[in-house]
């Protein structure tokens, strides 16, 4: 077997999904030498299969009021514009904006429930509100975007691309060092060449995966809490609507909509919400799912064409007395971290912490790696397709 025993970088990234390459990507910025083991098709997983809204909050004030969670996600849609408009690194200019409101109807109203709720005056600052109810429901609009997760890929992937190396995940092997920390990394990448890396940080980003990998380079057992949905998809000749409806305060369908690659179809509807939990959710016959989107949107059944759904599982990180974490979740021991981003909302939040908790363990000298020739990733074909494309 072909052996390369020579590479020697500052931080090992394990999981190419949003988490993953986005943090590669801050890293580089602040001059780490990195290095994105992937295994499977860039961004498979949650971020893939996720409907790209980037959360203000207000979907969770409707249904449960404010906590820490809504404040957490109040602020981060300004770091992601940033982004989107390409004033800050990493640039996602190119990222496609599917839409830039989100829709909510409600058959309750908000404000009474929330009229002497404290500080609820600036999460609520940005709703619209229609006077009139429609069809049994109130309705509001937020200036809040659904993006294309694909193209967020891709961008990410873009900038990181020299960096990263398709592996076979069964041959890695970890080797601890006399203090416990790990010293080595050993693997095989796909064009059967056998690597032996030295890396200062291993960062796992690898969301179901998270807890296998710990246990692995660590031998600490920890337990994410992780819980399966089962969304499903529509598609024909659908508006387009991207919203969440609420049923006696609790949160029924959200409805993403994705214009299909597959012209004869023209939309598809990706939908979740509480009728896609498994555990607590919201069952929801299929006769009450077609009246309320003939009521809601003049939607017919004969203008579904195709429907479908697809499981996958959320990984959030260790439950800590059943709450809801507020922040991106990050595990670090020795010289190993764990990363759960909780939303794809956060992922900007978690990959900034990361890089400022290297960054200050700046015994780290950064090591210098001799540039290698680009390698031209066949993106779209690296790129994970999403569950509801058919074709
Ligand atoms: C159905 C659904 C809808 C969602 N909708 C939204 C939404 O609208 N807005 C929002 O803010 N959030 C949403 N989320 C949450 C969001 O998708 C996740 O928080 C986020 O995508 C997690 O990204 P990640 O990179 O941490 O994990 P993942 O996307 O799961 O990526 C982990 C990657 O690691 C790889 N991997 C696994 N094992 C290994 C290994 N041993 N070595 C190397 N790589 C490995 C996997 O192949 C995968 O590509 C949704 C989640 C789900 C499930």
């Not at 109807?105 to 002497?116: M, R, T, V």
């Not at 600036?122 to 009139?132: F, P, R, V």
Request: hydrophobic share 40%; aromatic share 8%; with cysteine.
């Amino acid at each position: 077997m072909d052996i390369k025993n020579c590479d020697n970088v500052d931080v090992v990234i394990l999981g190419a999904g949003a988490s993953g390459l986005w943090i590669a990507n801050n890293l580089i910025e602040s001059g780490f030498s990195v290095k994105v083991l992937a295994c499977g098709k860039l961004g498979e997983g949650q971020t893939i299969a996720s409907q790209g809204i980037i959360h203000t909050g207000i979907k969770y004030v409707f249904s449960g009021g404010i906590d820490d969670f809504v404040h957490s996600l109040h602020h981060v849609p300004g770091h992601w514009n940033e982004r989107l408009s390409g004033s800050t690194s990493p640039d996602l200019s190119a990222v496609k904006i599917i839409s830039n409101y989100t829709h909510i109807w409600s058959d309750q109203p908000i404000e009474e429930a929330l009229a002497n709720v404290f500080g609820i005056e600036d999460i609520l600052k940005g709703l619209n509100t229609d006077k009139e109810k429609i069809n049994e429901f109130y309705h509001y609009s937020v200036e809040e975007k659904t993006i294309d997760v694909r193209s967020l890929i891709r961008e990410l992937t873009t900038k990181v691309s020299d960096e990263i190396i398709f592996y076979k995940k069964d041959t890695l092997i970890f080797k601890k060092n006399a203090e416990g920390f790990v010293g080595k990394i050993l693997f095989t990448s796909e064009d059967g060449v056998r690597h032996d890396f030295k890396s200062k940080y291993v960062i796992f980003s690898a969301g179901v995966e998270n807890c296998n990998l710990v246990k692995n380079s660590l031998g600490e057992v920890i337990e994410s809490s992780d819980s399966p949905l089962t969304m499903r998809y529509i598609k024909g000749n659908l508006p387009n609507i991207n919203g969440h409806i609420y049923k006696d305060r609790k949160l029924l369908l959200t409805i993403t909509s994705i214009p299909s690659v597959d012209d004869s179809l023209n939309n598809t509807w990706v939908i979740g919400g509480g009728i896609a939990e498994a555990l607590g959710g919201i069952q929801t016959s299929k006769n009450y799912f077609y009246s309320l989107i003939k009521n809601l949107f003049d939607v017919d059944e004969k203008d579904i064409k195709l429907s479908g759904e697809y499981t996958i599982n959320r990984s959030e990180p260790p439950d800590v007395y059943g709450r809801r974490f507020a922040e991106p979740f990050i595990f670090h021991k020795k010289n190993v971290l764990a990363v759960w981003p909780i939303k794809l909302t956060l992922v900007p939040r978690l990959a900034s912490n990361v890089c400022n908790l290297i960054k200050q363990h700046q015994d780290i000298d950064k090591v210098i790696v001799k540039s290698r020739e680009s390698i031209e990733l066949d993106l779209i074909d690296r790129c994970a397709k999403a569950p509801w494309v058919t074709n």
